[in-house]
């Protein structure tokens, strides 16, 4: 496959100005939708066939997000294209001052195996909804959701628009090495590093959607019924390969007996069996066994069972786990819970602090000063109080890590910042313009100009508005 011949027609196509009309762009989302619509039953069938994951959870987990926003741009994509009009300082006076939404270019979005349609489709409706064109790759891991993704969209797309390409390593090094004019990658912190030094190389733009170790903290003052089962529904969705599941759970001593016994209990009230139409199988034979491998079958309180032709691992919690264990070491990605226990809750924020930042972070408590603690002291990507997972499903808030979790973000408007330029613009008059910026500069002008910025700052005009 030529890549660099979609490429360029990408780029010829985009610098046709036709992708940056808003009602193309409307259209093209429309399209897009009805896609969607007209073939769920295809994507349910390929999605159950890569990794036994169920209709209902693709629709709750990733196409109702889907359509969401697609909706969120059919009903603000008119406002959010429109230039901006901000305030002008002093020394731009008498003009204007805009800022327009620029369409970059030619995007390449490459996406992770554990929710195949929702991280690749996310990003190319921000990517059209911005006026740009895309090459898609999604990952190549579950590959009836690949072929699928490429046979709805290839077919009812110009390819000099948008295209997606099936592959995996060498395909996407093929990819990386086209100037494109931004890179919106989802996947591990160590491909993360390979695409941003690609990325550098031609100094493109990135946004990297990685992941990490997210913990769960309950403290003694949560509700612990809530908490159990907010608890047992993020860690084992989508069999525990979810990038913002919470990894480890930190609980504080004196209430673990009891949480740990309602975990237990709703895990066994939602039978997560083998062949569980709501249970998800793990991607693939690799990291089944690395799954395994990082647990102490001596610590397991519950589960433990697994099943390597359907690649079945039973939800499973480990007690008395420490720091040091090789649970701890890397992101678990898979349905395995570690439960450590704290009794100063000071030193647990200074822990995850001293860790690499997190995709995300969720707290159980009802103590006001706890919660401040947490939001003021701890760095994470994005998390919630008292339930997981749930701030992904609002376009108001930005998606995204932060250190080793990713840089950048999306959803909603926030996606449609990423995958445009904000171009600031000053519109002057011809008239009415002060001399002191231009030569020659004089003591005289320096005093009176010197004399002009000290009043107005006593009237609590800031210094940097005049000087530009
Ligand atoms: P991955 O990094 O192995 O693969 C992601 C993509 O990169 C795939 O499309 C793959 O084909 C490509 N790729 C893999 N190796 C490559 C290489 N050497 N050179 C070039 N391209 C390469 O990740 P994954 O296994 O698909 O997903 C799991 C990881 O993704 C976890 O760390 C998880 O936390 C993270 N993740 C993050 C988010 C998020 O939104 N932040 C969402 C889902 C997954």
Same mark, same amino acid.
């Given at each position: 496959?030529?890549?660099?011949?979609?490429?360029?027609?990408?780029? /010829?196509?985009?610098?046709?100005?036709?992708?940056? !009309?808003?009602?193309?762009?409307?259209?093209?989302?429309?399209?897009?939708?009805?896609?969607?619509? !007209?073939?769920?039953?295809?994507?349910?069938?390929?999605?159950?066939?890569?990794?036994? $994951?169920?209709?209902?959870?693709?629709?709750?987990?990733?196409?109702?997000?889907?359509?969401?926003?697609?909706?969120?741009?059919?009903?603000?994509?008119?406002?959010?294209?429109?230039?901006?009009?901000?305030?002008?300082?002093? @020394?731009?006076?008498?003009?204007? @001052?805009?800022?327009?939404?620029?369409?970059?270019?030619?995007?390449?979005? &490459?996406?992770?195996?554990?929710?195949?349609?929702?991280?690749?489709?996310?990003?190319?409706?921000?990517?059209?909804?911005?006026?740009?064109?895309?090459?898609?790759?999604?990952?190549?891991?579950? *590959?009836?959701?690949?072929? #699928?993704?490429?046979?709805?969209?290839?077919?009812?797309?110009?390819?000099?628009?948008?295209?997606?390409?099936?592959?995996? &390593?060498?395909?996407?090094?093929?990819?990386?090495?086209?100037?494109?004019?931004? &890179?919106?990658?989802?996947?591990?912190?160590?491909?993360?590093?390979?695409?941003?030094?690609?990325?550098?190389?031609?100094? #493109?733009? #990135?946004?990297? *959607?990685?992941?990490? $170790?997210?913990?769960?903290?309950?403290?003694?003052?949560?509700? %612990? /019924?809530?908490?159990?089962?907010?608890?047992?529904?993020?860690?084992?969705?989508?069999?525990?390969?979810?990038?913002?599941?919470?990894?480890?759970?930190?609980?504080?001593?004196?209430?673990?007996?009891?949480?740990?016994?309602?975990?237990?209990?709703?895990?066994?009230?939602?039978?997560? @069996?083998?062949?569980?139409?709501?249970?998800?199988?793990?991607?693939?034979?690799?990291?089944?066994?690395?799954?395994?491998?990082?647990?102490?079958?001596?610590?397991?309180?519950?589960?433990?069972?697994?099943?390597?032709?359907?690649?079945?691992? *039973?939800?499973?919690?480990?007690?008395?786990?420490?720091?040091?264990?090789?649970?701890?070491?890397?992101?678990?990605?898979?349905?395995?819970?570690?439960?450590?226990?704290?009794?100063?809750?000071?030193?647990?924020?200074?822990?995850?602090?001293?860790?690499?930042?997190?995709?995300?972070?969720?707290?159980?408590?009802?103590? $006001?000063?706890?919660?401040?603690?947490?939001?003021?002291? #701890?760095?994470?990507?994005?998390?919630?109080?008292?339930?997981?997972?749930?701030?992904?499903?609002?376009?108001?808030?930005?998606?995204?890590?932060?250190?080793?979790?990713?840089?950048?973000?999306?959803?909603?408007?926030?996606?449609?910042?990423?995958?445009?330029?904000? $171009?600031?613009?000053? *519109?002057?008059?011809?008239?009415?313009?002060?001399?002191?910026?231009?030569?020659?500069?004089?003591?005289?002008?320096?005093?009176?100009?010197?004399?002009?910025?000290?009043?107005?700052? %006593?009237?609590?005009?800031?210094?940097?508005?005049?000087?530009?």
């Amino acid at each position: 496959m030529d890549f660099n011949k979609i490429f360029q027609s990408q780029k /010829e196509l985009f610098n046709s100005h036709q992708t940056k !009309d808003v009602a193309f762009r409307k259209e093209t989302l429309k399209k897009l939708k009805k896609i969607i619509k !007209d073939n769920e039953n295809r994507l349910y069938e390929a999605i159950y066939k890569d990794f036994r $994951k169920s209709a209902f959870d693709t629709f709750l987990n990733e196409l109702s997000l889907v359509y969401n926003e697609l909706d969120f741009f059919l009903t603000n994509l008119d406002r959010l294209a429109q230039p901006k009009r901000v305030k002008t300082t002093l @020394s731009l006076q008498p003009g204007k @001052s805009h800022i327009y939404y620029d369409p970059l270019g030619v995007m390449l979005v &490459i996406g992770a195996w554990n929710y195949p349609y929702l991280l690749t489709l996310i990003p190319l409706i921000s990517s059209i909804a911005a006026g740009n064109t895309c090459m898609v790759k999604p990952s190549e891991l579950p *590959e009836n959701t690949m072929h #699928v993704l490429s046979e709805l969209i290839n077919p009812n797309f110009p390819s000099n628009y948008i295209y997606v390409v099936e592959g995996g &390593i060498t395909e996407t090094t093929e990819l990386l090495k086209l100037r494109y004019d931004k &890179i919106f990658f989802t996947g591990s912190p160590k491909v993360g590093k390979i695409v941003y030094e690609a990325a550098a190389k031609n100094l #493109v733009p #990135v946004v990297l *959607e990685l992941g990490g $170790k997210s913990p769960a903290i309950v403290t003694r003052t949560a509700n %612990l /019924e809530v908490a159990a089962k907010r608890l047992i529904w993020g860690k084992f969705l989508n069999g525990g390969q979810t990038c913002i599941a919470p990894d480890y759970l930190l609980v504080e001593e004196s209430v673990k007996p009891e949480l740990l016994q309602l975990m237990k209990e709703k895990l066994k009230e939602i039978n997560y @069996s083998d062949g569980a139409e709501h249970y998800t199988s793990i991607i693939n034979k690799r990291n089944f066994d690395r799954i395994l491998g990082l647990v102490d079958k001596s610590q397991i309180v519950y589960g433990g069972a697994s099943n390597e032709k359907t690649l079945y691992i *039973e939800p499973t919690i480990l007690d008395n786990v420490s720091w040091e264990d090789a649970v701890m070491q890397e992101e678990i990605f898979g349905p395995v819970f570690p439960v450590l226990s704290f009794t100063d809750y000071d030193e647990i924020l200074q822990k995850i602090i001293e860790g690499e930042k997190p995709l995300a972070a969720y707290l159980f408590t009802k103590n $006001k000063e706890e919660k401040d603690k947490l939001l003021k002291l #701890v760095s994470f990507g994005g998390g919630c109080i008292n339930d997981t997972l749930m701030h992904i499903t609002s376009d108001y808030l930005p998606f995204g890590g932060i250190g080793n979790s990713g840089i950048g973000n999306y959803h909603g408007e926030f996606g449609f910042l990423s995958f445009s330029h904000q $171009k600031s613009v000053v *519109e002057k008059t011809n008239w009415g313009e002060p001399n002191w910026k231009y030569p020659p500069y004089t003591n005289k002008k320096m005093k009176r100009l010197k004399k002009i910025l000290f009043s107005l700052l %006593l009237y609590g005009i800031p210094l940097p508005m005049i000087l530009l």
